[in-house]
């Protein structure tokens, strides 16, 4: 009969897969990591790459904050594309203002550092901001931006260095709890025997336990992204996020004028047909990333959300983007989507399957925020550390 060979086989090379292996290898564990492609190609490597707790309900702040801090100290360690440039959400009239105010007092009584800009200080510090689109901003100095290809290929190059055994093109097809630990069989006939294994499959639904995702209450979402070409001699520092985001994010819902504001929204526009909301970010190279719209199929129908990129969505985020910013260029240079899934009923789907098997995944949109502080937690939770 084989030996146990790990403690820990993790299934999934994404954000929350990585760090997963992370925690687990710093608390001395043998661990493998499994990743179906020759390189990561789920929603870690499609995103914005922006590290923002700020957005997050209490809960998932906490997670975030700590997720801060552990991106730091890698970077402090290795160069892993992490900037501290801050966060900034701009509102757009009165009602997101209220909000701003709101979620500052709310920070300040979980003493994390926020600073309100006038309309005066958010034009100064970001040029090419339209005048007639800001009243306001609240700026979270804490907050960075990474590289998600960058990130997620240096810190697996790092556990690999630190001795993690990664895999890649290791499609998992099977886990069969045996006596003596977990038997992992990978689609090319390979096999790994370890105590646990984690399963953090992202939105890959058909490959391993599709009657359990079959009958959760996941879902799927679709977002649609732009890439500009390189902005001459423009800087736009950290992530910005705009009026619509304030009126989408977590974080806002704990605010005392959430609801009334959201009563008084009308539902019959563009924006919400296609949960658009608007965000920047700016590349180092140069580029800036535009999103993004969300569209939303159950995880058993996810094929009906298609292949293709609907050019009115598009139209949509340019449209909205150029009353925001006037940007030296608007050419576009690259367009995608990305897929994330999320539950309807929580904030995250975690199903221990068999003693020693557990599923997590649907992390939902703050998986570039929440994974790394996410997964210390549930590591030590599992290994009672
Ligand atoms: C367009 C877009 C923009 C976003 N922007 C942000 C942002 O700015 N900030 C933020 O916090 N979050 C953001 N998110 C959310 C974030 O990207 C996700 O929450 C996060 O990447 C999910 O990570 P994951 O590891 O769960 O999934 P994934 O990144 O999808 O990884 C799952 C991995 O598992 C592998 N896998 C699946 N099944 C198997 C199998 N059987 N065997 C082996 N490997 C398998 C897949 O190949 C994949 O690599 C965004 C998401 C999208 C789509």
Redo the contacts with the bound molecule.
Sequence with gaps: MAEVEYDLVV???????TFHAYHAHKAGLKVAL????HK?????V???????PSGMNTKWQRYGRKSLRIYKKIQSKLDISVRQEGSIYLASDDEEMQLLEELRQINKDNEYMSILFTKAQCLSRYRGLSPNYVKGGLFFPEEITVEPRVMIARVQHYLRKKGVHIFYS????ECLEMARGVTVHVADGRSFMAKKVII?????FK??YPTVFKESDLEVSK?Q?LLTKPQPNFMLPGSILTGLSIRRYEAFAECPSYLAIKNREDDDTPEKKWGVHILFKQTVDGHIIL??SHEYADAERMDDLGFDLNMEIDDLILAKAREIFQLPTYDIAQRW????SQCKSKDIYQNTIERNIHIV?G?????????AGFAREHINQLFNI
Excluded at 11 to 17: K, P, Q, R
Excluded at 200 to 204: E, F, H, R
């Design positions: 299934v999934g090379g994404g954000v929350l897969g499994l990743e179906k492609d990561p190609q789920g929603a870690t499609r995103n914005f790459g922006q590290v923002v290791a499609q998992v097809v953090c499959n992202g939105s890959d490959t391993l977002l992204m999103g993004d989507y990305g897929l994330y995944t992390i939902g949109g703050k998986g570039m925020t929440g994974s």
